[in-house]
C-alpha cells in the first residue's frame, strides 16, 4: 500500500515561485513512477509533470520551462519547484503514483488530497 500527502500550496503573486512536496509511505515506493496533477472546478485532472524511478523527467507543455519535478526516494519524497507563476496555474495540486508515467490520471494506483495552489494577480 502506498498513501500519498501533498503540503506546500498557498496563495502567492504572479511571478512569484512555490514548492509543492508529496511525502510517501511504502515499502516499494521507489518502483513507481510519480506524477502531479492539476484540477480547476468542472474540469478533469491535467497532467503537470511525471518523472521515472530512474529520474527520467516529463513536462506538459503549458509548465515546461517554468517547473521541476524531482524525487529523493531514500526520503521517499516527491517535489514540485513551480516558478515564474501565472494566475492561470491556480488550480488544486495532486502527487499520484503508478507502474509508468503518462498523461491518464486513470492509470494512477494512488493519490494524495491534493492542495490547493493560488496565484493572484
Known amino acids: 500500500q502506498v498513501q500519498l500527502v501533498e503540503s506546500g500550496g498557498g496563495l502567492v503573486q504572479a511571478g512569484g515561485s512555490l514548492r509543492l512536496s508529496c511525502a510517501a509511505s511504502g515499502r516499494t515506493f521507489g518502483n513507481y513512477a510519480m506524477g502531479w496533477f492539476r484540477q480547476t472546478p468542472g474540469k478533469e485532472r491535467v497532467f503537470v509533470a511525471g518523472?521515472?524511478?530512474?529520474?527520467?523527467?516529463y513536462y506538459g507543455d503549458s509548465v515546461k520551462g517554468r517547473f521541476t519535478i524531482s524525487r529523493d526516494n531514500a526520503k521517499n519524497a516527491v517535489y514540485l519547484q513551480m516558478n515564474s507563476l501565472k494566475p492561470e496555474d491556480t488550480a488544486v495540486y495532486y502527487c499520484?503514483?503508478?507502474?509508468?508515467?503518462?498523461?491518464?490520471?486513470?492509470?494512477?494506483?494512488?493519490w494524495g488530497q491534493g492542495t490547493q495552489v493560488t496565484v493572484s494577480s
Open positions: 518523472i521515472r524511478w530512474s529520474g527520467t523527467t
Open positions: 499520484a503514483a503508478g507502474p509508468s508515467v503518462t498523461g491518464a490520471a486513470r492509470a494512477y494506483n494512488y
